[in-house]
C-alpha cells in the first residue's frame, strides 16, 4: 500500500483537514474505522484496525467515503442525515462499487 498523507480538502467553502492514523476509539474506547468532527473540521481514517493489523485499501477508501460523506451532509441542508448510520454506509458503499467499476 502506498504512504498515505494528511490531505485538505475543500467541502462547499469549509475546509477539512483528513488524518490517517493508526488507530481510532470512540467515546466508549472502542475501536472505529473513521471519525469526523464538523466543529473543528477534521476526518480521521484508520489505518489499522483494533489488533494492529493493516486495513486492506477497500477498507481504508470505504471509510474515507463514509466519512466525506458525514462531512458533506453537515456542511449542507442535510444536517440531521449525517446520523443516519445506515444511509451514510449505503452510499459510500456505493460510490466504492461505482469507482471499482471505473464508473467515476
Not at 488507530?23 to 484496525?49: C, L, M, P, Q, S
Request: charged share 25%.
Amino acid at each position: 500500500m502506498k504512504t498515505i498523507k494528511q490531505k485538505r480538502i475543500k467541502i462547499f467553502n469549509t475546509t477539512y483537514t483528513i488524518k490517517y492514523i493508526d488507530k481510532i476509539e470512540n467515546n466508549e474506547n472502542k475501536f472505529v474505522f473513521g471519525r469526523t468532527n464538523a466543529i473543528d473540521k477534521h476526518i480521521y481514517i484508520a489505518t489499522k484496525n483494533d489488533n494492529n493489523k493493516k486495513l486492506s485499501n477497500v477498507e481504508i477508501k470505504t471509510t474515507l467515503y463514509h466519512e466525506l460523506i458525514h462531512a458533506i451532509l453537515s456542511e449542507g441542508a442535510y444536517g440531521k442525515e449525517s446520523d443516519n448510520e445506515p444511509l451514510v454506509e449505503w452510499i459510500a458503499k456505493c460510490l466504492v462499487q461505482l469507482n471499482t467499476n471505473n464508473i467515476i
